[in-house]
């Protein structure tokens, strides 16, 4: 079954503006914030401190707009 944000060149380019965005983010910037896709949603995950979970869910709304994501992160 093909993930609808891992499809050929859009998905790579969609990998690779949100990992970019957010990396170089200044609040997500001191955390190792990992993505993953999936068909049903894109999934944050790593041990990172409420803020940069929040800027990444606010960063990959402002990209991909209206995708589930679900945030499997552990706050420190």
Known sequence: MAS???AGA???????SLTAAIA????????RVEITFTAQA?????RVPPAAALRARQIIREIVGNAPVWDRTIWL
């Open 24 to 31: 170089y983010d200044e609040i997500c910037c001191t955390c």
């Open 42 to 46: 894109i999934i944050l995950s790593g």
């Open 4 to 6: 609808e944000f891992s």
């Open 10 to 16: 859009a998905g790579a380019g969609l990998r690779a």
